[in-house]
């Protein structure tokens, strides 16, 4: 008689009716290993983060996002034998809690008074362009932290329940399985180098992650996302177009042509950026399995206010949003100056 494993309300935890934590997404990782794309609405039409963001909206302090297996696969039973049983699990939870941020213009009752010029010296219009430059900048700042502790993060940046970085060397598997890495490596190197061969490297290192039962995700297979700085364009373009490889003199065909979009952003590796990313960073993107979450909780909002013993008046802007990735997967990461890590 085979064992048998139950699923009680203990195996669901917090997901159980009446626990009192409330989950903004449950994830099933089975879907990653369905051979057809269940969804492929891998972004919000007119996002402006593009596919890499999945935008979510919430009206709730903080939010939690927690995934969960499928079943193993089934397998032959003899006639007259007990059904196999199996029992799914539950994988880690991520929690995400919005900040507030703000940003705000005073000017005196003379200088509105005087001034020709209202339109280029539009308080609200210079605030709104502020508060979507810092939306995309930390949404790609979360990219620059992608080899940083999840303890050293800033507050507006959340990471994955399994408590590493993103790229991480040692992400493990919730069934006690091997950890696995998404640190885009070649034998002892890691942090390879942007290249054609380290392009196929890549796209067979994301071929081959594991969902948290030791399943194959579906991720890698379909058109990615090439992600790099302005520093690695150039590369990355001339590796991804044309029908023909670049710099090769046999004539072998470029099979990535048509199979990658290259992203760049001005965010990533820029000479401001507290994680100290290198201007050599690039990353390989699987968008409808990757899950990077730009999470709205107050959408932008511009009020005034005068100050009655001296009419100045103060312009300022509002809006809570937060950043995170809720699993490494669908993503392989590398600093691009071949320096050793683990972590």
């Not at 502790?149 to 329940?161: E, H, K, T, V, W």
């Not at 100045?312 to 100056?337: H, N, P, Q």
């Amino acid at each position: 008689m085979p064992s048998v494993s139950i699923e009680t309300r203990s195996t669901y935890g917090e997901l159980v009716k009446g626990i009192g934590v409330q989950f903004l997404d449950v994830y099933n990782q089975s879907l990653n290993s369905y051979s057809l794309a269940m969804d492929d609405a891998v972004a919000q039409p007119g996002n402006k983060l593009s596919s890499l963001a999945k935008q979510l909206t919430t009206e709730k302090a903080v939010e939690h996002f927690i995934q969960k297996t499928g079943v193993n696969y089934p397998s032959v039973t003899a006639e007259g034998a007990a059904f196999n049983q199996d029992s799914r699990i539950l994988g880690y939870k991520t929690s995400m809690t919005p900040q507030l941020f703000s940003q705000s213009v005073s000017v005196t009752y003379q200088a509105m008074q005087d001034r020709a010029y209202d339109q280029q010296l539009s308080e609200f219009g210079d605030l709104t362009i502020a508060m979507k430059e810092v939306m995309d900048k930390n949404f790609f700042e979360m990219l620059n932290y992608a080899f940083t502790a999840q303890s050293s993060l800033p507050n507006y940046i959340f990471g994955y329940g399994d408590g590493k970085p993103m790229a991480s060397t040692l992400h493990p598997r919730k069934d006690g399985g091997a950890t696995q890495s998404n640190v885009i490596t070649s034998g002892s190197t890691k942090n390879l180098a942007l290249t054609d061969d380290n392009y196929e490297v890549a796209r067979v290192q994301l071929q081959r992650q594991l969902d948290d039962r030791g399943k194959p995700n579906r991720g890698g297979g379909g058109k990615l996302i090439l992600l790099c700085t302005p520093e690695n364009t150039k590369k990355a373009v001339i590796i991804t177009k044309g029908e023909k490889r670049s710099g090769t003199g046999n004539n072998d065909i470029n099979i990535y042509d048509g199979l990658a979009t290259v992203i760049e952003s001005k965010w990533l590796g820029y000479s401001g950026n507290p994680a100290s990313m290198p201007s050599t960073f690039w990353a390989l993107i699987d968008p409808k399995v990757a899950r990077l979450v730009f999470l709205l909780r107050q959408a932008m909002a511009t009020h005034s206010w005068t100050d009655p013993n001296t009419l100045a008046k103060t312009f300022y802007i509002i809006s809570r949003f937060c950043e995170g990735w809720v699993d490494w997967r669908g993503m392989v990461l590398s600093k691009g100056d071949e320096s050793a890590y683990s972590s």
